[in-house]
Each structure stands twice: as structure tokens, then as C-alpha cells.
């Protein structure tokens, strides 16, 4: 069953409008949480992370909320820009136990449109 | 830094043969894992190494799939006998630990495999 769930496979949003991806996770002693974002023919390259102490963390035009107690988070991107169309993968870790790797979700297709 | 390097970057091979994959980790970090993306099952991870010790391999589907890492530069995977539902997207990735909370994974440009 997985621990890391992004329901949504796709998601399309016109430029310069607001990206909502989401993410739900399943195992509470998870406490660090990752975005990847993949281009075609590229590895996943790490985008942004908050700690489960933390409900929001900011960088640039990118902002993750934690939402602990529905374990529910979510990645804005404000505003969308084409080259943000690319897969964002959800990513969980256990910090406090030692020789957990991430645990991924399935990904969501972003496409921004111009 | 040339980042982690993977090899081939495409392979096709008939049902039945081995398939080895190759992974060149940065320099300096001690953890070394494979994945797999496939559509079906997002990013899997199939094993990880610490220290070039293999610390979790419960995610490798079966016996044909092995994982080798005989030195801090290096680590193989190798399917064998191939089938087609092992055709996918193959990522290494390594990292300073498995629980790093600064950047995670650094992954490599990935191997796609497709077994006919």
C-alpha cells in the first residue's frame, strides 16, 4: 500500500495563474517532507522541503503547507510559468529513524500553458 | 561535480537476457540508492546502500533482480532473466545519509530500459 499518495495524475493551469499540487501520506511518523520536479529524460531534482515542525516554508515563487494533523501537503506554485511544467513527486522521510530511504509518490503531470 | 552517472542511458534487449545497470555516485556521499518509474507505481525504491553495505533490499520484486556496490564509485543492477514488465525508467541516487534533511537525493539522468 503506499505511505505517499498524489491522487491527481495531471494538473494543467494557464500562465501566470496559481499551481496547486497535492500530497497525502499515510505514516505519522513521518516528519520531513520533499518536492522533486522531473523534466523528460532527466532525473527528479529537489525543488523544496519543509520539517514536520513547520506548517509552511517559502522559496520564491514556491510555498509548501504541511497540514500534520490531516497528514496533507501541498505545493503552490504562484505564479505558473510554462517551464514550470515538468512531474513534481511528493517524498516522505522518518528523520528520527535511522536507515529509512524517501518514500516517493506516483508524481503529478504538471503543464502550464501560455 | 558531474553529478551521479548512470550508464547506458537506453537499453533494449530481448526477453530473457541479463541486463546490467551501472551507477557512479558524487564523490563523497555514502548512500547510494536505485528506483524504479514506471506509471502504474511512481517512483519505487528497489534498494539502498550505506556505506556500500546493502541496508534494504525488500523492495526488489523478486530473485532475478541483484544489486552490487563493491566500492564507494560503484554499484550495479543487474536483471536476469529480463521480462517485459521489467521495462521502466532505472534511477540511481545517492546522498550524504538516507535521512539527510538538507537537499535529499541527488539522482542520476536515469537508464530506460525496455525488454521485448
Known amino acids: 500500500d503506499q505511505q505517499v499518495k498524489q491522487n491527481s495524475p495531471s494538473l494543467s493551469v494557464q500562465e501566470g495563474r496559481i499551481s496547486i499540487l497535492n500530497c497525502d501520506y499515510t505514516?505519522?511518523?513521518?516528519?520531513?517532507f520533499l518536492w522533486y520536479k522531473k523534466y523528460p529524460a532527466e532525473g527528479p531534482t529537489f525543488l523544496i522541503s519543509?520539517?514536520?515542525?513547520?506548517d509552511k516554508n517559502e522559496d520564491g515563487r514556491f510555498t509548501v503547507f504541511l497540514n500534520k494533523s490531516a497528514k496533507h501537503l501541498s505545493l503552490h506554485i504562484v505564479p505558473s510559468q510554462p517551464g514550470d511544467s515538468a512531474v513534481y513527486f511528493c517524498?516522505?522521510?522518518?528523520?528520527?529513524?535511522?536507515?529509512?530511504?524517501?518514500?516517493f509518490g506516483k508524481g503529478t503531470t504538471l503543464s502550464v500553458s501560455s | 561535480d558531474a553529478g551521479v552517472i548512470q550508464s547506458p542511458r537506453h537499453e533494449v534487449t530481448e526477453m530473457g537476457q541479463e541486463v546490467t545497470l551501472r551507477c557512479k555516485p558524487i564523490s563523497g556521499h555514502n548512500s547510494l540508492f536505485w528506483y524504479r518509474q514506471t506509471m502504474m507505481r511512481g517512483l519505487e525504491l528497489l534498494i539502498y546502500?550505506?556505506?556500500?553495505?546493502?541496508?534494504?533490499d525488500s523492495g526488489m520484486p523478486e530473485d532475478r533482480f541483484s544489486a552490487k556496490m563493491p566500492n564507494a564509485s560503484f554499484s550495479t543492477l543487474k536483471i536476469q532473466p529480463s521480462e517485459p514488465r521489467d521495462s521502466a525508467v532505472y534511477f540511481c541516487?545517492?546522498?550524504?545519509?538516507?535521512?539527510?534533511?538538507?537537499?535529499?537525493?541527488?539522482f542520476g539522468s536515469g537508464t530506460r530500459l525496455t525488454v521485448v
Open positions: 505514516n505519522s511518523m513521518f516528519d520531513y
Open positions: 541516487a545517492s546522498s550524504l545519509g538516507p535521512t539527510t534533511t538538507n537537499y535529499g537525493y541527488t
Open positions: 546502500f550505506n556505506n556500500n553495505v546493502p541496508i534494504d
Open positions: 519543509i520539517s514536520s515542525i513547520k
Open positions: 517524498a516522505a522521510s522518518d528523520v528520527d529513524q535511522a536507515g529509512t530511504a524517501l518514500i
